[in-house]
């Protein structure tokens, strides 16, 4: 193992090659890779690259927001089977449709979906800007808020806006127990619970805090408390134990029964450092996205990147 990451490092030198990571990638991947951050972060990240390619190290919708945000670079992916069920839950031709029977609506997809999706879309979001971006919306405004229902009736319990959700929802988010977290939480009433915006309404609702992969590092980080039940995916607690390495974080469990008591990303943990090593050393899977697809969804993600500011 030591070997296999000591021969990415060479090789990434050798190539002029930047890695960029999701905190969902197992924590071999997280540890040879030159950013580590959560959706908004790998796309500001991915827009200054000046190497000559980036390994995304994340799954297929955000690889192509990288090569759509730096057209000239190599992007290039370990897995392209690393899909995205929010992703997947929203064919392009539909909601072309759906937006089409909502002329007067103003289209707001989270940035998990196709560049085709995008490319239908007025402006993009993530976990961590969504409520400040429907909030700069002018009040008369109707909005159709795609795919993602679970963040979407987060933002509209947050805003006071009615919206018209897309049905989509992520299956690593929803596999959470709300009796087994509840149970958790009775064993461990000194622990707070954090959550992800992506979970349901009723997880949420026991949360102390809520917000994206970044947002909740940073919430363990600054927060005096001692223990905290993450309810997010598990690759998250990687980062979250270099940052406080004395604290106790405890995953929030799902239905599964699983031998983790947690929930992971099937798609996110498809890309293994093998395969992060091939797809450097051959140069593929190499995410291409057509020309007149690059063009339009570009234009959304640069407003969020804007509104972001
Ligand atoms: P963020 O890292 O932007 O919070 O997104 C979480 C997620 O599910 C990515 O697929
Ligand atoms: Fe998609 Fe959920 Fe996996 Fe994120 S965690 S990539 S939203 S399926």
Redesign the pocket.
């Known amino acids: 193992m030591k070997n296999l990451k000591e021969r990415i490092l060479k090789l990434k030198k050798e190539k002029n090659a930047v890695i960029l990571a999701?905190?969902?990638q197992e924590s071999d991947i997280q540890d040879v890779s030159d950013y580590v951050?959560?959706?908004?972060g790998l796309s500001q990240e991915a827009m200054q690259v000046h190497a000559d390619i980036i390994v995304f190290a994340?799954?297929h919708f955000?690889a192509e927001t990288a090569k759509i945000l730096n057209p000239s670079k190599k992007v290039i992916l370990p897995d392209l089977n690393a899909g995205?069920s929010?992703a997947e839950s929203c064919p392009a031709n539909l909601f072309q449709q759906f937006t089409q029977a909502h002329p007067d609506h103003i289209v707001i997809t989270y940035?998990?979906c196709s560049a085709e999706v995008k490319a239908l879309t007025d402006i993009v979001v993530?976990?961590?800007n969504a409520v400040k971006i429907v909030n700069s919306i002018p009040k008369d405004k109707p909005i159709i808020f795609a795919p993602d229902k679970n963040l979407g009736k987060y933002v509209m319990e947050q805003t006071g806006r009615e919206m018209l959700l897309w049905d989509g929802a992520?299956v690593?988010?929803e596999a959470f127990s709300f009796d087994k977290l509840i149970e958790l939480y009775k064993r461990n009433p000194d622990a707070q619970i954090i959550a992800?915006p992506?979970s349901e309404t009723h997880i949420l609702k026991t949360a102390s805090y809520i917000?994206?992969?970044?947002?909740m590092i940073e919430y363990v980080k600054t927060n005096p408390g001692n223990k905290f039940i993450v309810a997010?995916?598990v690759g998250i607690l990687h980062k979250m134990k270099l940052e406080v390495p004395d604290k106790i974080l405890i995953p929030a469990p799902s239905n599964e029964d699983n031998t983790c008591a947690c929930s992971q990303?099937g798609y996110?943990k498809v890309n293994t450092l093998q395969k992060l090593y091939d797809c450097l050393l051959n140069e593929t899977p190499e995410i291409k996205v057509p020309a007149d697809i690059m063009k339009k969804a570009f234009v959304p993600i640069e407003r969020m990147l804007e509104l972001s500011r």
């Open positions: 999701h905190y969902y951050g959560d959706s908004l994340g799954v955000m995205c929010l940035v998990n993530t976990s961590s992520c690593v988010h992800h992506e917000g994206s992969t970044a947002g997010t995916e990303c996110m």
